[in-house]
């Protein structure tokens, strides 16, 4: 069982690292590539894959298993839409790197 101190900082660092992904949208805007078997824009892929490195990055100091991209892919869909996309997709992101899948119910 992960503690709360160590969740927190986890989740920091997921904001962290979306917020990096975030800074970057001017440069990788304009472009369209096929990620995962959809067609999304640059900078949507670039912040699916850091946010992907940043998870198996804590799981690896966690002494977790990697995770596969398709459970990243999968918390970005259900953050998608939501006001409130930052906080679920970051939180999602960290119960990926503490627990290896995100919980079912919101």
Known sequence: ?????????????????LREAHSR?????????TLNGYHITTCIALEKLMMF???NRWRRRLEKTAIEF?????????AAGHTDYFEKFTLYCMEL??????????
């Open 97 to 106: 790197a503490c627990d290896g899948k995100v919980a079912e119910v919101r």
């Open 53 to 55: 490195a940043a998870v």
């Open 70 to 78: 398709d459970h990243v892919d999968r918390a970005d869909m259900m």
């Open 1 to 17: 069982m992960i503690d709360r101190e160590v969740r927190k900082k986890v989740l920091e660092d997921m904001k962290a690292e």
């Open 25 to 33: 949208r001017d440069l990788t805007f304009s472009e369209i590539v």
